[in-house]
């Protein structure tokens, strides 16, 4: 008569019970995925600070080499003859990027939010994301032409004089 050994065809052998270290990995980076996600979610969703900021669009542009954004920056101008402070940003949004580069050069009221902790440059290569995009008339230019440093014209249009009685 012979007696098997309980551990040889044992159900509950290492083999059988599918815990080896491939699993454990798996599982690990199952988490590590998902908190990935989770995170960049939370920061793309939640925002720490948003407002306006105004001045010319100088520049913008989509790229990058395999996550294309788009980016651009805003001069802002303090005090006339003084050098502006650039302000770089990101668009996410297609409609208001093309608006963006419709105004190219023009003056302009930006309305943003500012996301902190964003895991990577693929949704912008900034923390300021612009939203919405306001058009700002120069005061004291002319409608017609807003780049131009012509005056506004002030009044009603001179006359000509009366042709003197013959």
Not at 34 to 41: D, V
Not at 60 to 71: A, D, I, L
Not at 85 to 99: G, M, N
Not at 112 to 118: D, F, N, S
Request: charged residues 15%.
């Amino acid at each position: 008569m012979t007696i098997d050994s309980p551990t040889a065809s044992s159900p509950t052998s290492g083999s059988a019970r599918g815990g080896g270290f491939g699993s454990v990995l798996l599982k690990l980076l199952l988490v590590a995925i998902i908190l990935f996600a989770g995170w960049t979610w939370f920061t793309l969703s939640w925002a720490y600070s948003e407002g306006d900021r105004g001045g010319v669009l100088q520049k913008f542009s989509r790229k990058g080499w395999v996550c294309k954004t788009y980016e651009g920056e805003l001069a802002m101008y303090v005090v006339a003859g003084v050098a502006p402070q650039i302000w770089s940003f990101s668009a996410r949004d297609p409609k208001v990027a093309e608006e963006l580069a419709r105004n190219v050069g023009e003056r302009v009221q930006l309305h943003y939010t500012e996301h902190v902790g964003i895991p990577t440059n693929c949704f912008g290569e900034t923390r300021y994301f612009v939203d919405r995009i306001v058009p700002v008339p120069a005061s004291g230019l002319t409608p017609a032409a807003p780049n131009t440093l012509a005056p506004a014209p002030q009044g009603p249009a001179p006359t000509a004089a009366p042709a003197p009685a013959p």
